[in-house]
Each structure stands twice: as C-alpha cells, then as structure tokens.
C-alpha cells in the first residue's frame, strides 16, 4: 500500500505550530488530514501547494480589504470545493455506493449564528448552501436538503457527474478490492479574525471514502468539527469524524479556554491528547484565538495546511 495511503491508520505524535498574535487579521486553512490518495500521488505537490494557496489568496483578500472573518472563510473554503484534488465538493470522497453526499458548517463567533447541511446533493458548493440555511432559514441543519430549495435560494446546482472524478472512482475499487485501506479522511476548513477582532470557522467534507449512504461526520455538527465564539476562538477540524463528534473537539478547545483559562495551545494540545490520541483516533485542526494567534495541529501523519507565520506564507504539504 503507498505510503500516503497508510497515512491516516493510527495517530502518531502531536505536531503542533503556533503563531505569534497578530493584531490585524489572521487566516488558516486546511486541506484535511491523512495525505494524497494513491490516485492522485502522481500529481505533483506542486497542485497541492498552488490549491492552498488560491485558497488561501481567496481569504486573505477580503480579510486585507478590511471584510469580515465569516466571509473570508467561506471565500477559501469554496475556492477548495472548487478543487478536484481536495476532498470537498467536485472531487470529494464516494459513498459505498459510489455517491458524492457531502457535509459543511459555518460559524460566526461574533452573532453566535451558524448554519450546517449534512448529505448535500445538489449544491454546487454545500458552504454557501450552509451560509444560506444561516442567513436564509429558522434552523440550523439541514440533511440532504432538496434540488428545490437549492434552486429557489438562487445558489448554484450541480449534479453526481460534476462532484464526481475519475480518482474518486479508482480509489473506491481499490478499497473494495481491499487493496487501500477502507476508511479515508480528507475535508477542507479554514478559520479566520477579521480587523474587528471577529472569529468565524468553516468547514466542509465528503467525508470518509466508502461510507455508508446518509453516514454524517464531524463537520456539520456545530462543537464537534467547526466552531466559533469570539473572545475565545475559531476551530475548524478535519479526521476520524466519530471520535470528533463523540469527544465534542472543537468546543472541548473552546471550554478550555473559557473555564480553564488555557491559552489556544494548551487547549489544542490537551484536547487531540485526550480526546483524539487517547483513543486511538487521528485528524487535525487549524485554529485562531481572539487575539489572531494561529495553531494548527495534528496526530495524524500529515495534514495539508496554510497560514503565515511571521509574514511569510507557510504550505503544509
Ligand atoms: N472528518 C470528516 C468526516 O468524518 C472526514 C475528514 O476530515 O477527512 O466526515
């Protein structure tokens, strides 16, 4: 089996970057834990680099024009979907059934607002559909909501054969064949601070390759793979979703913080150590606090990531 694709099997030790606090605005993002898929390894890392780059160019735009920290993150994570390489949108991961059902979140830590959809079909790119569900909707969450409501919020419908790529497909015969290793993870995120000293996190995911059909991870569930609560802050996580959701990792960082008084770097490290490593589960995050302080951490072998450090543009690849 190639090296990329035992990435995600069991957690190793805690990588963990930490920035110095920036007053301005801070942007990080991440292009999931667990590493190439086989399928695509012949692409050079160069794509990869160039993808999180655009991504992150795409934020940093509207952060730099003094906008918002919810419209930075949805800007990057959708320049992501659009990607093929990334596993979120067009090119995301298959369904058992060789289905693309995908999931994303967003979070505004300055209104507390957020919206989610879960098994998302017929959006073009599922984080506007969760901005919307936000912005446009009595409620939270969404679960495979319809080609309709899509159309009459004006957003941008695609069908299976535009999510769906040739690696895609290649890598779910492998791993029915037996010859990758079954569940893989992958998922976009990013997290931002605005000049206003706003936070907001988003996140969105095909979630793990040959998933059951209306299988729902971490990503659309608010606390547990996307969070944000200004003062504190922005927490977008990519991995063994379960244990995401059953170990509540993006808020646990948030209440060590605000009941422990843990700095964003104690928190991280306290909860991937407790309730990732502990148990035998892998994944990532990027984060930032309120003071635009930037951690990203991993247990997972690797995780494709971007952020600045000292003004200088760091790709993780
Ligand atoms: N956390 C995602 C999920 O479980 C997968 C990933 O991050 O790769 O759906």
């Known amino acids: 089996m190639p090296r990329d694709e035992e990435a995600i099997a069991a957690p190793r030790s805690l990588q963990l970057v930490e920035t110095e606090p920036r007053n301005g605005y801070a942007l990080a993002l991440h292009g999931g834990a667990g590493g190439r898929i086989h399928e695509l390894v012949s692409e050079s890392r160069t794509s990869f680099e160039d993808g999180l780059g655009a991504a992150y160019e795409a934020g940093t735009t509207i952060l730099r024009a003094g906008g918002t920290a919810l419209d930075a993150v949805c800007a990057a994570v959708e320049q992501l979907e659009n990607n093929p390489l990334f596993n979120a949108g067009r090119g995301a991961a298959l369904t058992a059934d060789g289905r693309v059902e995908l999931d994303a979140a967003v979070m505004d830590g300055g209104s507390g ?13 599922p984080i506007r559909l969760a901005r919307t569900v936000m912005e446009r909707s009595r409620h939270l969450l969404l679960v495979d909501p319809s080609e309709e409501l899509v159309r009459t919020w004006e957003l941008d419908s695609a069908t299976q054969e535009y999510f769906i790529t040739d690696a895609r497909v290649k890598q779910l015969a492998r791993i029915k064949t037996r010859q990758a ?80 008084g843990a700095g964003l770097a104690d928190a991280v490290r306290s909860t991937i150590e407790t309730e990732l490593t502990a148990k035998n589960a892998s994944g990532g995050l990027v984060s930032v606090d309120a003071d635009g302080r930037v951690v990203v951490a991993h247990n997972s072998p690797t995780m494709f990531a971007a952020f600045e450090d000292d003004g200088r543009l760091i790709l993780m690849t």
């Open 113 to 125: 607002s957020a919206g989610a959809v879960a098994v998302s079909r017929f959006a073009k790119n």
């Open 181 to 260: 290793a079954a569940p893989r993870h992958g998922t976009v995120g990013a997290v931002a601070r605005d000049r206003a000293g706003s936070v907001a996190a988003a996140t969105s995911t095909g979630g793990m390759a040959d998933q059951q059909e209306g299988r729902v991870g971490d990503s659309p569930v608010i606390g547990a793979g996307t969070y944000a609560r200004n003062g504190l802050a922005a927490i977008s996580c990519t991995g063994d979703g379960e244990a995401f959701i059953r170990g509540v990792v993006a808020y646990d960082i948030a209440a060590r913080m605000r009941y422990l």
